[in-house]
């Protein structure tokens, strides 16, 4: 009994310790998906999800923040961070994500994700292909949905929370 009542004090003392932490971001997900509406390539759907840290925004201006995870499927290929021609980043318009920045210069086709310069809804794919045949295409995102696992970690600790607050009362 002395070893659990000591895990549980030595618990909540590290839960209140980093309550008194200053707050910081959390890792942002975002899911996106499109079809091609122009070119040679007119009718492709593409899809893909992206990864970033935003603690560093100012919330002021345009920003761009390097990303930390990116995949993406278009014909049948995958495509990662390792991939890009350039640094991939996410875009922002005063604290509002706006898309992402990512290109890839080798293969076929070569492609562009570009982000919204004002508004997420203008972000958009653009392509050209070896043969010279370009298009652009739309591109919509969506915030990710937690995984199974990161909902059943959250459950446990509000659980572990709930009976600590019953212990106390």
Known sequence: MNMLRTTVLAAASAITLLAALPAQAAIQNWDFSGQFDSGALIGAAYSGRVAFDDAALTG???EWLLLDSFSFTLL???YALADAAAPAEAA???GRFVG??????SGDPLFSLVAGYEQIGEAFVAYDTVAGLSGAGSLAFT???PEPGSWAL???GLALLAGMA???A
Request: net charge positive; charged share 15%.
């Open 60 to 62: 002021v201006g345009h």
């Open 100 to 105: 992402v920045g990512y290109s890839v210069a």
């Open 76 to 78: 049948g290929q995958h």
């Open 143 to 145: 915030p990710a949905v």
């Open 92 to 94: 922002f318009v005063d």
């Open 166 to 168: 019953r212990r106390r």
């Open 154 to 156: 959250m459950a446990g």
